[in-house]
């Protein structure tokens, strides 16, 4: 297989923190949107008169899920086609029209198209997304620039709940000015990422004289492994965290404590502290300790903080450990590491179509299982929450027996030591 070969450019070693923000954006609008539509489909539930199956087949096709997954699949084979710079500077106007049928949805298939639309749209973002950061961080700092990119996606969710909360009072109004804020953000994204260059890495496969890989090279050998790993360990991690985030408001209602600013509070203090652990452990040694380790250290802790919730009685203290400590550890986790090694473990002419497939099969596995959590949570919570920590179980074991230590390496490098030459 040709190996890309980057040429001597005296800007491909500095940090353009700029161009890694604009990127990682991309993660701000994927949580907020999922956030935003959250708190959005309760209130158009009773305006409108959703019923159940509705609001489970928008939760599923939106850009929580199954949405997602197709945009991704989609866009990252067209990233690897047509460049990075093209799909994500587009896919935001795809995005902002998605968004803006929500802001203006007086209808119910208003509701359904604009979901659907945004989903598309989120996903495809993804891995243009983390491609190009992957490709134009400097070989010794990728983790890092990859880091602010997770940063991003735990501050989505923090300024949705707080705009939420602070527009409460205003009803529907307030939940359409909050989708109003994403597509400004959306819309001043094009514009900026329009002085954006393409990613050098991805140029060089362009070249006459190279011959791109097939597809099926992605389903053979240790590509394949690659595949199944990441799948693996975020996969599991996944189907927790899409589960876990929807009943947290369930536990603040049972526990009697469950006014709504102290249960948005909870939630930004889970957020902050994913943020807090991103950029003082993740950011700061991920280019210089075992990958291996640090991902362990935050799976077994996760499983600890998931764990209180099976183990104990629901009290206050319980959850506020649970809390404390899923929030911390989760900033060095199992995402971080997805967006890491999904572009690290693949070919430049293979990276995005390979980010796509992996997310594509993530997201629409958590869409086929959100329609099965309302009927375990109703039979026994504390079964559920067996059954969650035992995802987070799973997905550390996964990463015990494959996690892969690429710390320092360049993405060529990287490559050889796959392909054994």
Request: proline share 3%; aromatic share 12%.
């Amino acid at each position: 297989m040709n190996q890309v070969q980057i040429v001597d450019d005296p800007h491909i070693e500095k940090d353009n923190w700029k161009g890694t923000i604009l990127a990682g954006l991309a993660n701000y609008i994927d949580s907020g949107s999922i956030v935003s539509g959250a708190a959005a489909l309760a209130l158009w539930q009773s305006l409108y008169g959703l019923s159940d199956n509705l609001l489970g087949l928008i939760a599923a096709f939106g850009p929580n899920a199954i949405g997602a997954g197709v945009g991704a699949m989609i866009g990252g084979w067209l990233c690897d086609k047509l460049g990075r710079k093209r799909i994500y500077q587009y896919d935001m106007l795809v995005y902002a029209f998605g968004m803006s049928i929500l802001v203006f949805a007086v209808a119910p298939w208003m509701i359904v198209l604009g979901f659907i639309i945004v989903g598309l749209a989120v996903g495809a973002d993804i891995p243009a997304s983390w491609s190009l950061i992957a490709e134009e961080a400097p070989d010794d700092r990728r983790g890092k620039h990859s880091g602010v990119a997770q940063i991003l996606w735990n501050l989505g969710p923090v300024v949705v709940l707080l705009m939420a909360l602070g527009l409460s009072g205003l009803g529907d109004l307030g939940a359409r000015l909050v989708f109003a804020h994403l597509v400004v953000v959306a819309l001043g994204l094009t514009f900026l990422r329009r002085k954006m260059r393409e990613s050098r890495r991805w140029e060089e496969t362009q070249k006459a004289d190279f011959k791109a890989p097939p597809l099926t090279e992605l389903f053979k050998g240790k590509f394949l492994v690659s595949i199944l790993g990441l799948v693996g360990i975020y996969g599991f991690w996944n189907l927790w965290a899409g589960t876990n985030g929807l009943f947290f408001p369930y536990l603040m209602e049972t526990l009697g404590v469950a006014t709504r600013s102290e249960s948005i509070a909870l939630q930004c203090l889970n957020f902050g502290l994913g943020m807090l652990a991103n950029w003082l452990i993740f950011m700061k040694f991920v280019d210089k300790v075992s990958h291996k380790k640090m991902f362990m250290i935050s799976a077994v802790m996760q499983v600890v903080g998931m764990s209180l919730l099976a183990i104990f009685p629901l009290s206050v203290p319980v959850v506020l450990a649970h809390v404390l400590i899923i929030g911390f550890f989760q900033g060095f986790g199992a995402q971080s590491f997805f967006q890491l090694w999904s572009a690290e473990m693949f070919p430049t002419a293979l990276r995005s179509t390979a980010q796509g497939v992996s997310f594509a099969i993530v997201r629409i596995v958590l869409g086929i299982f959100s329609f099965f959590v309302p009927v375990l949570a109703s039979w026994d919570f504390t079964l559920l929450a067996w059954i969650l920590t035992g995802f987070l179980v799973v997905s550390a074991l996964i990463g015990w027996l494959w996690a892969p230590d690429n710390a320092g390496k360049s993405l060529e490098q990287i490559q050889r030591e796959q392909q054994g030459t």
